[in-house]
Nanobody
Framework: QVQLVESGGGAVQDGGSLRLSCAAS????????MGWFRQAPGKEREGVAS????????YYAASVKGRFTISQDSAKNTVYLQMGSLSPEDTAMYYC?????????????????WGQGTQVTVSS
């Protein structure tokens, strides 16, 4: 049974940092792609960052480029999202997902599995 479990969310102030973790079980990261997505109330889901596990290719949304970094620890079967210079506009529920197709334009696609999400709240 595949399970993705996010952690690391919380409340921070404007300009702060957080690191989100996505631990995968029953699933091997090495041959797939992983992505971080977020959804704020009343807004559409947004692809934030993606990682192609074998090639190490990354994708970042324009809104987070230069502030967020996606990385992996293969030994721990875990993907991370380091977030810096956070602003209230980054407030959302953050989800990780595993996919089977990669797009250099949009990142990880054909998303097969999703985690439950972790809330990030940035106050001004």
């Amino acid at each position: 049974q595949v399970q993705l479990v996010e952690s690391g969310g919380g409340a921070v102030q404007d300009g702060g940092s957080l690191r989100l973790s996505c631990a995968a079980s029953g699933y091997t990261l090495g041959s797939k792609c992983m992505g971080w997505f977020r959804q704020a109330p009343g807004k559409e889901r947004e692809g934030v960052a993606s990682l192609y596990m074998v090639g190490g290719f990354t994708y970042y949304a324009a809104s987070v480029k230069g502030r967020f970094t996606i990385s992996q620890d293969s030994a721990k079967n875990t993907v991370y999202l380091q977030m810096g210079s956070l602003s209230p506009e980054d407030t959302a529920m953050y989800y990780c997902a595993a996919g089977s197709q990669w797009s250099f334009r949009t990142g990880c696609q054909s998303l097969n599995y999703w985690g439950q999400g972790t809330q990030v709240t940035v106050s001004s």
